[in-house]
């Protein structure tokens, strides 16, 4: 295998690197929102504001997930 061939197989693996620790990142928060969203469900005096942005982080953190895994298939 060439230096260059080596260095680009690195590369690559880098970048995969980056990308699963990003996913896990982001599934990791989602998990942490989840937690807070059905604390906030089970109270009497539900934060509805919050619990709008509780869903639109876990929304956009599911898109960014879907977005990334993508970029591993190409």
Request: hydrophobic share 30%.
């Amino acid at each position: 295998m060439s230096e260059r061939s080596k260095d680009e197989l690195i590369d690559a693996q880098k970048q995969v690197i980056g990308i699963l620790f990003e996913v896990v990142k982001r599934l990791q928060t989602n998990n942490n929102l989840d937690e807070e969203y059905f604390q906030l469900i089970v109270k009497d005096h539900k934060d509805e504001k919050r619990l709008k942005e509780i869903n639109s982080q876990r929304t956009e953190n599911s898109k960014i997930v879907t977005r990334l895994l993508e970029q591993l298939e190409t």
